[in-house]
């Protein structure tokens, strides 16, 4: 029974684990997918100041450039955080379904030993009504 017991405690231990590795992994996309949508605000700000000072459109076409290279960098960051909170939800769904195997067979063995405790219990009363039968 101790090692059941174990065993539930290091499967706690790895869900809460991934569960904060699934955490930060969300907080990181999250993160990443704010930069985008302020550099989607910046160009959005630049090419209304281009439109307003003809000055300021001879850098617009830098600037996009610059904007497009940001963009498909942030978006390929997002694509590969994307794969990894799929991978740590899978590996937190897994260590889940082991925690409750262990706890399933944690209590199965006490229901188990209560059903043989009230086994002996019932045979010893049964033999104990049986010596008072006899004596009488």
């Known amino acids: 029974m101790k090692a059941i017991g174990s065993l539930i405690r290091l499967s706690t231990f790895e869900v809460e684990d991934l569960q904060k590795r699934l955490s930060a992994v969300v907080e990181r996309r999250t993160e990443v997918e704010l930069k985008m949508a302020v550099l989607e605000a910046e160009a959005e700000t630049e090419l209304a100041n ?3 000072d003809a000055e300021a459109g001879w850098y617009l076409i830098g600037f996009q450039e610059g904007v ?3 963009r498909k960098r942030f978006q390929d960051q997002i694509d590969s955080l ?3 909170e799929e991978g740590a939800r899978d590996a937190l769904s897994e260590a ?3 925690l409750k195997k262990y ?3 944690a209590k199965s063995a006490a229901n188990a030993a ?3 405790e009230n086994r002996r219990e019932t045979a010893a009363l049964d033999e104990l009504g049986l010596r008072r039968v006899a004596s009488r």
């Open 96 to 98: 889940f379904e082991g």
């Open 68 to 70: 497009k290279q940001r």
């Open 82 to 84: 994307i794969a990894e």
């Open 114 to 116: 209560r059903r043989e």
């Open 103 to 105: 706890e399933h067979v």
């Open 50 to 52: 281009a439109r307003a």
